[in-house]
Nanobody
Framework: QVQLVESGGGLVQAGGSLRLSCAASGRTFSNNGMGWFRQAPGKEREFVAR????????YYADSVKGRFTISRDNAKSTVYLQMNSLKPEDTAVYYC?????????????????WGQGTQVTVST
């Protein structure tokens, strides 16, 4: 079992920044590929970013590339999402997810465990 708890969401003006955190407990964190996904009202859950088990490889959705940065601290069992130059279209509930035993994945169905989500709202 893996428990994931996100934090750091909130309301920010367009152009601003937020840093999301996801604290993990349970299974060995360094054995999990980690991802961030988001879901806006009325839309499907979409991939945002993912990071490999040791943090050496990252991958981003085109919509956030150059603005968002995913990172992890295996000693703290935490994954982060630094979000800069936020846009109103980034408004969504953001979820972190863990994929046991694999480095990669952009499909939400590939992930085994999910956090409860944290709301990010970007105003104009």
């Amino acid at each position: 079992q893996v428990q994931l708890v996100e934090s750091g969401g909130g309301l920010v003006q367009a152009g601003g920044s937020l840093r999301l955190s996801c604290a993990a407990s349970g299974r060995t964190f360094s054995n999990n590929g980690m991802g961030w996904f988001r879901q806006a009202p009325g839309k499907e859950r979409e991939f945002v970013a993912r990071i490999s088990r040791r943090g050496g490889s990252t991958y981003y959705a085109d919509s956030v590339k150059g603005r968002f940065t995913i990172s992890r601290d295996n000693a703290k069992s935490t994954v982060y999402l630094q979000m800069n130059s936020l846009k109103p279209e980034d408004t969504a509930v953001y979820y972190c997810a863990a994929r046991i035993g694999y480095d990669f994945g952009t499909n939400w169905r590939d992930y085994n465990y999910w956090g409860q989500g944290t709301q990010v709202t970007v105003s104009t």
